[in-house]
């Protein structure tokens, strides 16, 4: 009788545990070593995962768990960034030099991080020092839970693309550059998933479609890609649903990812894959080969030419990308079910980028402050309660008007808020922004000074919601941000010299209760360093 008891119990019990059973894990174990690369022809030195170039793609699915056990074996503090990954609740692994310690020389940390109601196509990179130069990226994906409807059919194949300009010098000479003050001279060429032209193709086959998620892991310019005689249609950007709209070439801003689906329509040969940069004097160019099963044939002639210096063409192509409204994101509503544009916003913060000099050396800086890390991050800092590292206000909601200085700037914002953020870039580049922890919805962008009567031209009803947003010259561009993510998160330019330079800062999202309901308790192997150095987590 006893026996059938505890039979009948631990039934009971496993039935509970199989409808209660938690989203599933995926483990990966990485190795980061130096090693030699020749991506342009000439050796250099480079950040391998496993002794790749680039590194390993992720793939997930949305709510899944990743553990991902990195190795530092390189001589120096390393830490790895998840680019578009929205660690909801848990900045403490967003990778960033503001919240997590560097994994030091000859130790590992194991990332604990879910993709939770996230979908997309996303990336992965080294954040501290220059080291983005040289590798130690890669592209991570979020796919679809199996039951929620996805708006095309399933794709042939799905391709990683990672574009992006790249110098031949070594990236620690590249930061001696910038630490001695002096601007980076222009690149000298570009990748395509870390090959130099013609040096990567893509296997199709005739009559299919495929899915190509790119996206541009580069330094500082925005590039734009073309398949030769193939149309591009854009599903996804930075983990939403769009408008399916066909284009002939996209441009990738720096740090930004689309996903495009391309069908096999033409005759068995090889087409050129063409990536160049745009709004620069010299125009940079690479290319890859779409290449056809029982091809007839190599590719032939010139590469097909793309758009240049045209600010207006890609702002109105940047217009013309919308959101899907009827298509499910990472649940099965509509994408358009959150009604942002009839949410009144409780706060405007304009944001200005500069450069000058700061003691003669060249510095770039947001709302007159050129951001400048401190021995301990700062999220460490805020939950041991440690003074004289960083002070929340530091930085300006309004561009002061005054020259740059250096500090270490912070923003309080309030969790749960609703605001809009203006960038205005007063400067002749084009500029690209990006916001950790965050989607953000891209609500106007126009040339000029951002007035509040600019609010009548935005777009209320489907614009696109995305992680990472171009400013052009001259010109501002407006998002609206819900800030239901507790945490320190990094609001920065993603041209990678003027972020080390100082372009960046950390907006804090504070809730007062401290509950962990709203934010993850310090994980329990948490590093510490600078003035946390030896501070307890939590009991294993």
């Not at 692994?93 to 993709?115: A, E, M, S």
Request: net charge positive; aromatic share 12%; proline share 6%.
């Amino acid at each position: 009788m006893r026996s059938n008891i505890l039979a009948s119990l631990l039934v009971v019990a496993v039935l509970c545990l199989g409808t209660n059973a938690e989203d599933p894990y995926r483990f990966f174990t990485w190795n980061v070593t130096y090693g030699d690369i020749y991506p342009l022809g000439v050796r250099q030195q480079g950040i391998l995962i496993n002794g790749q170039f680039p590194g390993p793609d992720i793939h997930s699915v949305t709510n899944d768990n990743l553990i991902i056990n990195v190795f530092n074996s390189l001589p120096e503090p390393f830490l790895i960034s998840w680019n578009g990954v929205q660690q909801r609740r848990n900045s403490w692994q967003d990778g960033v030099y503001g919240t997590t310690c560097p994994i030091p020389p000859g130790k590992n940390f194991t990332y604990t991080l879910q993709v939770k109601d996230q979908i997309g196509s996303f990336f992965y990179f080294p954040s501290l020092a220059f080291h983005k130069a040289a590798g130690g990226f890669g592209g991570l994906r979020i796919l679809s839970r199996p039951r929620i409807p996805v708006p095309f059919d399933e794709p042939a194949g799905d391709y990683t693309v990672l574009i992006g300009d790249w110098y031949k010098k070594n990236h620690t000479d590249l930061k001696a550059i910038l630490d001695r003050g002096k601007k980076l001279p222009f690149p000298d060429g570009i990748l395509i998933n870390g090959r130099e032209s013609n040096g990567t193709s893509f296997a199709v086959e005739q009559g299919k479609t495929y899915r190509f998620r790119i996206s541009n892991v580069g330094l500082m310019n925005s590039l734009n890609i073309r398949f030769q005689s193939h149309k591009m249609k854009l599903v996804e950007v930075e983990g939403t649903h769009t408008v399916q709209t066909t284009y002939s070439s996209l441009d990738v801003h720096v740090g930004q990812s689309y996903s495009v689906l391309v069908t096999a329509d033409q005759p068995s040969q090889d087409f050129y894959i063409v990536v160049s940069s745009r709004f620069t004097n010299q125009v940079l160019t690479s290319t890859a080969i779409l290449r056809y099963a029982n091809s007839a044939g190599p590719v032939s002639g010139p590469p097909p030419g793309g758009p240049t210096i045209q600010i207006d063409w890609s702002l109105n192509q940047a217009r013309s990308i919308r959101t899907n409204l009827t298509a499910s994101g990472p649940r099965p509503n509509p994408q358009g079910s959150y009604h942002y544009g009839l949410i009144n916003t409780t706060r405007t913060i304009i944001l200005a980028n500069s450069a000058g000099q700061v003691n003669g050396k060249q510095r770039y800086a947001v709302n007159s402050v050129s951001f400048v890390p401190q021995d301990t991050p700062l999220k460490l800092a805020d939950f041991f309660k440690i003074g004289g590292v960083f002070r929340v206000g530091s930085i300006s909601d309004k561009p002061s008007g005054g020259g740059i200085y250096l500090d270490t700037s912070v923003m309080g914002a309030d969790f749960r808020a609703f605001i809009e953020i203006v960038f205005q870039n007063n400067e002749n580049i084009v500029q690209s922004w990006h916001l950790d922890g965050y989607a953000f919805f891209v609500v106007g962008m126009d040339g000029g000074q951002w007035t509040p009567e600019s609010r009548k031209g935005y777009n209320l009803n489907d614009a696109v919601s995305r992680c990472t947003t171009q400013v052009y010259p001259k010109s501002w561009t407006a998002i609206y941000l819900s800030l239901d993510n507790v945490g320190m998160w990094n609001l920065r330019t993603e041209f990678w010299a003027r972020q080390y330079l100082g372009q960046q800062f950390y907006l804090r999202v504070y809730s007062p209760v401290e509950s962990i309901r709203d934010e993850y308790p310090i994980p329990r192997n948490a590093l510490t360093c600078g003035k946390a150095a030896g501070r307890h987590t939590r009991p294993l």
